[in-house]
């Protein structure tokens, strides 16, 4: 199977607050660049993200930072309110995901890898995968309020670097691709500073700025593979009924 689109739709849809900013801003900078719609969408507000405040405080100080990161990029955020650690692999969650994918209506869609550090990251991968699926399928009722109709075609699925790279063995998980994101870099590192909650968390942790510094770090070293001074990797998934042809590259020649 194979699609091109000149200025594709694009979605970015992660677990949590600041998962898209580590793994795959960069790209979608670029993506912006060529004149993409973009969408960030998060399945949760991040509200397990505090020691010292509650989960709804912490989940609305952590919904506004993911919209200004958003708003840096020039994107419209989505929250699909699951909660922290709890999200799970059922009907309910398949319906409200795929709900997203019709009211985004995407070319292009990034998400969590199929194998990662925790749960909530793999059991995302599963469902924004089946979700792209079932959102052409007009006979899947999402259950949602005013739903949207089905999609039209098949997106092209891109799954993100699992944290550091490694599965839950340590062992190295060896990307498809790497891009490089040195000319938007700066743009990335902002939008990840924007999740101010988070950055202090770590910094009163670590006693340096270590949010910022590991982002630095796993960027330059996904770029040294490449030869540039940062990157960021990608996996597509190419099994049926998925489009082969690789839109994302295409779309950045």
Same mark, same amino acid.
């Given at each position: 199977m194979?699609?091109?689109?000149?200025?594709?739709?694009v979605l970015a849809i992660h677990a949590h607050p600041d998962d898209i900013e580590f793994q795959c801003a960069g790209t979608l900078a670029l993506l912006k660049q060529r004149g993409c719609h973009i969408t960030t969408a998060?399945?949760?507000p991040g509200d397990c993200g505090s020691a010292e405040i509650g989960p %709804?405080? /912490?989940?609305?100080? !952590?919904?506004?930072?993911?919209?200004? #990161?958003?708003?840096?990029?020039?994107?419209?955020?989505?929250?699909?309110?699951?909660?922290?650690?709890?999200?799970?692999?059922?009907?309910?969650?398949?319906?409200?995901?795929? %709900?997203? /994918?019709?009211?985004? !209506?995407?070319?292009?869609?990034?998400? #969590?890898?199929?194998?990662?550090?925790?749960?909530?990251?793999?059991?995302?991968?599963?469902?924004?995968?089946?979700?792209?699926?079932?959102?052409?399928?007009?006979?899947?009722?999402?259950q949602q309020w005013e739903p949207a109709p089905a999609t039209d075609?098949?997106?092209?699925?891109?799954?993100?670097?699992a944290l550091e790279g490694r599965d839950w063995f340590g062992r190295p998980i060896e990307p498809e691709f790497i891009l490089d994101i040195s000319a938007t870099f700066d743009l990335k590192l902002k939008m990840l500073a924007c999740h101010a909650s988070q950055r202090e968390w770590l910094r009163k942790q670590h006693g340096v700025d270590e949010y910022l510094e590991s982002c630095r770090r796993w960027s330059a070293a996904r770029g040294a593979s490449i030869g540039v001074a940062f990157g960021e990797a990608f996996t597509q998934s190419k099994g049926h009924p998925f489009p082969n042809n690789d839109l994302l590259r295409e779309v950045l020649r």
């Open positions: 194979h699609r091109s689109v000149p200025t594709p739709r998060t399945m949760t %709804e405080e /912490i989940a609305a100080v !952590r919904r506004a930072e993911a919209k200004a #990161a958003a708003d840096l990029l020039g994107a419209d955020y989505i929250c699909v309110e699951f909660r922290d650690l709890s999200i799970t692999d059922d009907n309910d969650a398949r319906r409200r995901v795929t %709900e997203v /994918i019709r009211r985004t !209506r995407p070319d292009i869609v990034m998400t #969590a890898p199929p194998v990662d550090y925790m749960s909530d990251h793999e059991v995302t991968c599963k469902l924004v995968r089946d979700a792209c699926f079932n959102a052409s399928v007009p006979n899947y009722k999402t075609h098949m997106p092209h699925l891109y799954f993100v670097d």
